[in-house]
């Protein structure tokens, strides 16, 4: 849950990382490998955390990417130690915590390394799918899920939370942030054959 749900993907198959930066939305708390935006302000905020898809207008202009670093936060009963959580990074431009590192000289609102979504050429790959409305796991992956467009969505309604995942409802361009998956992976990284179980999506996100 959190660290690194998602991650850039690519294969001699395919796939490119075109990498963003801007300053963080001070007080943040995500992980590298979650979801980001930029909202009006023109800083990274987490994505929303609440169970529903990722909308593009919970952005500002559809900004939104995989965070490449990031603060992290405290572990607590939900969000455990274990699930990566409790993992207060430093930030490297400075070795010091986010909240002591600065952007132009505003304090708490350093860089973020961002991969956007919406490239066409880029590509990434999740372990979770979520069922449709967010609330737990969904339907594990198969073969017929390629070709499919899925929303993102962070469950957050189990104990501890799931986290960032593919969402078994189909996702609408220019509404919801829309994953199209491209292939079905096993454990072991190999293509699945039609009515086979996976356990990775490798996806393309379309705005």
């Known amino acids: ?30 992980l590298p490998g979650e979801p980001v935006m930029i909202v009006d302000a023109g800083t990274i905020t987490s ?59 505003t304090l708490g609102s350093p860089r973020i390394w961002y991969i956007p979504f919406g490239l066409p050429d880029q590509l990434f790959v999740a372990n979770k799918m979520v069922a449709a409305a967010g609330a737990a796991a969904g339907a594990a992956l198969t073969g017929a899920d390629r070709g499919e467009s899925f929303q993102l969505t962070y469950v957050s309604g189990t104990t501890p939370d799931l986290g960032w995942g593919l969402e078994r409802t189909a996702g609408v361009p220019g509404t919801d942030l829309v994953c199209r998956v491209v292939d079905v992976l096993d454990a072991r990284g190999n293509s699945v054959a039609i009515g086979g179980t996976g356990t990775q999506a490798i996806f393309q996100t379309i705005l």
């Open 1 to 30: 849950m959190g660290l690194w749900d998602i991650r850039p993907w690519s294969s001699a198959r395919g796939g490119t990382t075109a990498a963003r930066w801007a300053p963080m939305t001070a007080g943040q708390g995500f």
């Open 47 to 105: 994505c929303v955390k609440d169970g529903t898809e990722i909308l593009v207008a919970d952005s500002d202009g559809g900004v939104i990417g995989l965070a490449v670093n990031g603060p992290g936060a405290a572990a607590s009963a939900e969000l455990i130690a274990a699930d990566g959580w409790g993992r207060l990074y430093l930030h490297p431009d400075s070795g010091d915590t986010y909240a002591n590192t600065s952007f132009l000289g």
